[in-house]
Nanobody
Framework: VQLVESGGGLVQAGGSLRLSCAASGRTFGNYVMGWFRQAPGKQREFVAAISWSSGSTLYTDSVKGRFTISRDNAKTTGYLQMNSLKPDDTAVYYC???????????????WGQGTLVTVSS
């Protein structure tokens, strides 16, 4: 699976962005899709994940109620809608694909190149 993120950029605190993850290659619908992020000087952390059927989702506590993960298997694209953004959300955001629903980065076999989100105060 090849993954390409888009939609990052600069936004003021309180604003919104929607990230997209376009997939190609193996059947996208067979994979769990996840989003991770890495802030400067910090380790990569889990943000959200969604099952292949969209029936199950996971979120890290810091984004619950603000971020929404979704996917459109017909378009082989995943999304991360980010609302009420905070400066602490500033990071490179990566989408990833896994065969199982997990918060662990080592469970994800395929990764995109990342897209930068910068939230100004």
């Amino acid at each position: 699976v090849q993954l390409v993120e888009s939609g990052g950029g600069l936004v003021q605190a309180g604003g919104s962005l929607r990230l997209s993850c376009a997939a190609s290659g193996r059947t996208f619908g067979n994979y769990v899709m996840g989003w991770f992020r890495q802030a400067p000087g910090k380790q990569r952390e889990f943000v959200a994940a969604i099952s292949w059927s969209s029936g199950s989702t996971l979120y890290t506590d810091s984004v619950k109620g603000r971020f929404t993960i979704s996917r459109d298997n017909a378009k082989t694209t995943g999304y991360l809608q980010m609302n009420s953004l905070k400066p602490d959300d500033t990071a490179v955001y990566y989408c990833a694909a896994s065969q199982g629903l997990s918060r662990r980065s080592d469970s994800f076999n395929y990764w995109g190149q990342g897209t930068l989100v910068t939230v100004s105060s």
